[in-house]
C-alpha cells in the first residue's frame, strides 16, 4: 500500500512548515485528493521522519505543519550491498526498486562484458538521477527511512576497487556471487560457515552470464559463487531471491 509520504531535502523551518513545490502539489491534489487537516509523513532519506498536517493543497505549492519528529524501525541492522551487471533499462529500475524495498543499503551498477550496453557522462548521471527517483518512491511506499547509496561503476575493475568490495569475512563481512554453472554453494552452507556475518555484497551477473575471466576476477577477489536453485531465473528475480534469502538468514527476515 502507498504511504501518504514525501520526501523533504532539508529539515522543517523554524515556523514548523514545510513547503512542497509543483510536483508534489499536482500529485497531492490529482492523485492522492487529498485535503488541507489530512495527515502526512515528511521523510529526509536520512533516517529522519517528521508527522505534518496538511494546511494548504492549493496552487503551485503545499504546505505541511510539522507536529512531532519520531523514529524509525525499519531498517535492516544488516549491512547490505547490491551489485548488477548493466542490463536493460526496465530490469534494471524494477531490480532497484525492489531491492530498496529488500533493505539494501547502497546499489551499485556496472557494465559487464555480456552487459547490454554502458553508461557515461550525460547519460550516465540522466541514469543515476531516474534511479534516485525511483529509490524514493519505493522508500516512501514500504516504509524505510534512508536512501540507499547509488553508485555507477565505468567497469568491473572499478567495482572491484570501491572500499564495500574489500570486505573480508574476518572483518564480519560475505561476499556472494550468484553464477549459474561451475562449482557452487549454497546459502544454507555457507551460513553455517558465517553465521556472525554483519555485512553482505552480493553481485548478479547480465542475462548472458559472466565470462570465464569475469567469474575468475572476482572470485580471486573473495566473492563465494552460490546457486540460486535448479531454475534460471531473470536478472530482477535473481537480484530480489538472492536478497530475500540473505535477509531471512543474516538480517530481519528470520
Known amino acids: 500500500m502507498t504511504r501518504k509520504c514525501f520526501l523533504i531535502d532539508s529539515p522543517p523551518l523554524a515556523t514548523g512548515l514545510v513547503v512542497l513545490g509543483p510536483e508534489v502539489a499536482h500529485h497531492v491534489r490529482t492523485v492522492l485528493r487529498l485535503r488541507p487537516g489530512d495527515r502526512i509523513e515528511l521523510r529526509d532519506g536520512r533516517g529522519h521522519v517528521w508527522e505534518g498536517v496538511l494546511v494548504e493543497a492549493g496552487g503551485r505549492e503545499v504546505r505541511v505543519a510539522v507536529q512531532a519528529k519520531r523514529p524509525g524501525a ?4 544488516l549491512r547490505l550491498t547490491l551489485a548488477l551487471a548493466l542490463a536493460r533499462a526496465d530490469r534494471m529500475e524494477l ?6 524495498e529488500m533493505g539494501v543499503h547502497r546499489f551499485i551498477a556496472f557494465p559487464a562484458e555480456r552487459s547490454d550496453y554502458r553508461l557515461s557522462g550525460l547519460q550516465g548521471a ?8 525511483i529509490a524514493c ?7 524505510r527511512i534512508k536512501l540507499p547509496d547509488l553508485q555507477l561503476c565505468a567497469d568491473l575493475g572499478e567495482f572491484l576497487a570501491v572500499p564495500c568490495a574489500r570486505v573480508a569475512a574476518a572483518a564480519g563481512g560475505l561476499k556472494l556471487l550468484a553464477r549459474e554453472d561451475g562449482e557452487r554453494a549454497g546459502l544454507m552452507a555457507l551460513f553455517e560457515r558465517y553465521r556472525a556475518c554483519r555485512e553482505v555484497l ?19 577477489a573473495g566473492f563465494q559463487p552460490v546457486h540460486l536453485g535448479p531454475r534460471i ?21 528470520k
Open 95 to 100: 531490480a532497484l526498486r525492489q531491492a530498496t
Open 202 to 220: 552480493v553481485v548478479v551477473g547480465p542475462e548472458g552470464g559472466w565470462s570465464q575471466s569475469e567469474g575468475e576476477r572476482l572470485q580471486e
Open 126 to 133: 540522466k541514469r543515476k538521477e531516474r534511479w534516485g527517483r
Open 233 to 253: 531465473l531473470r536478472l530482477e528475480t535473481a537480484a530480489v531471491a538472492l536478497l530475500a534469502a540473505v535477509q531471512m538468514l543474516w538480517g530481519d527476515l
Open 137 to 143: 518512491e519505493a522508500l516512501c511506499q514500504c516504509g
Open 74 to 77: 525499519v531498517e535492516s541492522p
